[in-house]
Nanobody, 117 residues
């Protein structure tokens, strides 16, 4: 089994910053990808940013230039630095992990991010 523990959500004003962290533990000997998804009001869960074990990131268009994903393989942690936050970024942010072998996806329980206008 794999456990994902998120932290760093909260309330911030428009233009502010937050840093999310997610620590993975358990059967994580073959992590392929870690990253972040979010669910905002009235929308389905959508990818925000992911990063491969080798350190290659990819972002959804709506966060390019504002969010930065990074990882620390030594402690099995992925971070999401969110700058210039907008009210539209308000939602629940979920940590995501895709294991290579045996193949399986895992989700954290989510952390709330609220951006006030």
């Amino acid at each position: 089994q794999v456990q994902l523990v998120e932290s760093g959500g909260g309330l911030v004003q428009t233009g502010g910053s937050l840093r999310l962290s997610c620590v993975a533990s358990g059967s994580i000997s073959s992590i392929g990808v870690m990253g972040w998804y979010r669910q905002t009001a009235g929308k389905q869960r959508e990818v925000v940013a992911v990063i491969t074990r080798a350190g290659s990131p990819s972002y959804h268009e709506f966060v390019k230039g504002r969010f930065t994903i990074s990882g620390d393989n030594a402690v099995n942690t992925v971070y999401l630095q969110m700058n210039n936050l907008e009210p539209e970024d308000t939602g629940v942010y979920y940590c995501y992990l895709r294991r290579i072998f045996p193949p399986r996806e895992y989700w954290g329980t989510g952390t709330q991010v609220t951006v006030s206008s």
